[in-house]
């Protein structure tokens, strides 16, 4: 809870969003400091996707206060939320099939300077650079999902919203996505990251959110993890 | 004389050239219907009376303002095109997000109402539309007569073609619309303007069949109903080359006119309907058309 004085870069006050006639989020809270790397976990289903997409105007039908740099963004049109600085990287990875790995990559418009270079991006993901002509859904699944992360950090946003990097990836890539994020961090980029995997997310997270029923029920900081496992483990029942 | 399979070789080759100059307008006109159905997901029921409007504006322009070909050539799918985008920003992006079968009514009601007018306007006979001076007249190939216009037109359209497929598959723009047509969601949480986007390309498909409509002119009679009588076979062509598949739409239109071609020289009776033959047995061995992808 460092710095609860400062601004938030995100900040979200009594969320509510609804699928269709389905009401998904009852009134979600949270704070996302610059710099900060925040983990929401919950059980499969209580809208950790739901908060990311709502957060990111995806979903529409959404109502409470979502600003992002002190800017109100729930009057933002979808196209014009990236360009506040917001970079989402979806569960399903959303890698172009009829476009090569490179046109992926440089798919997403520059919204702000900062980002950085493909020649920096490529030393990061050497993998994409070898394969830069095939098409993006012939990468393994590993790949497609550095794909998904590398070409958000052309673009110059300042927060990622990133959704489950982890899901069905073998522990070595697990690994290298956990390198890839904590070098993210450590240049300075603000994160807020979906995950089931603790051990990972412990590595790189400040704070967690744990979500119930479209609720965020606790709210505490990394050090807290070890004394919580038995009560999150409960709760999520990983 | 030369023959082939007790053929004259003139009668075919004739025959084939009728059949790559109709190809031509079919490859161009399915083009543009590929682009739109693969973006929009709108089946363009519109999009022969788009064709007809370009062969119209075309005529109207020499007839009243004395602009003629050349320039014509430039504005006539402007005119249409930006006609689409009108329409696609007032009516047709209100219905995207409802039955598909609501843009495909709401498209053939605005063919009935366009063809409709013009009939009003100019009955049912065609309109002559000379060709420019510097495509009058033909060349002597030594095997057959090759009117001027009619070369320009197959060179011309592979041209358009070959344009189309390039600014798709090689260009940023194009880039987007592949993208948008997967999943244009994430395209627009990229922050790229898709709503701008789906506008664009009505344009660009409408002003693709205003461009046909206008090169059409001097080859067929600009009639109001020049469009309707044509646009059941790029249906039928679109459906053999995969909905949506735009080299698929390019390559089915120059086979199938070819091949309506071949068939009014050994089989005349059968010529009208070769190409719904050829698309009924497409559609029992592979639904999704030659170029589809299986969905």
Known sequence: MTDRQASPLLKVRDLNAWYGEGHALHGVSLDVMRGETVTLLGRNGVGKTTTLRAIMGIIRKRKGVIEFGGRDLMHTPLHRTAHAGLGFVPEERGIFSTLTVEENLILPPVVSDGGMSIA??????????????????????????????????????????LDEPTEGLAPVIVERIGEVLATLKARGMTILLVEQNFRFASRIADRFYLMEHGRITVDFPVGELEERMAVLHEVIGV | MTMIFGIPIQALLGQLLVGLINGSFYAMLSLGLAIIFGLLRVINFAHGAQYMLGAFVGYLLLAYLGIGYWPALILAPLIVGVTGMIIERLALSRLYNVDPLYGLLFTFGLALVIEGAFRYFYGVSGQVYTPPSQLTGGTNLGFMFLPNYRGWVVVASLFICLGTWLLIEKTKLGAYLRAATENPTLVQA???????????????????????????????????????????????????????????????GYMLGLAEGLTKVFYPEASNIVIFVIMAIVLLVRPAGLFGRDA
């Open chain 1, 120 to 161: 920096e991006i490529f030393d990061l993901f050497p993998n994409l650079k070898e394969r830069r002509n095939s098409s993006g859904t012939k990468l393994s699944g590993g790949e497609q999902q550095m794909l998904a992360i590398a070409r958000m950090l052309r673009t110059g946003v300042k927060l990622l919203l």
């Open chain 2, 190 to 252: 990229f922050g790229v303007n898709v709503p701008l986007l789906l506008t664009l390309t009505y344009g660009i498909g409408s002003a693709l069949a205003g461009l046909a409509g206008i090169m059409a002119a001097p080859v067929y009679q600009v009639s109001p109903l020049m469009g309707s009588n044509l646009i059941i076979v790029v249906f039928a062509v679109v459906v053999v080359g995969g909905m949506g598949s735009i080299l698929g739409a390019i390559v089915t």
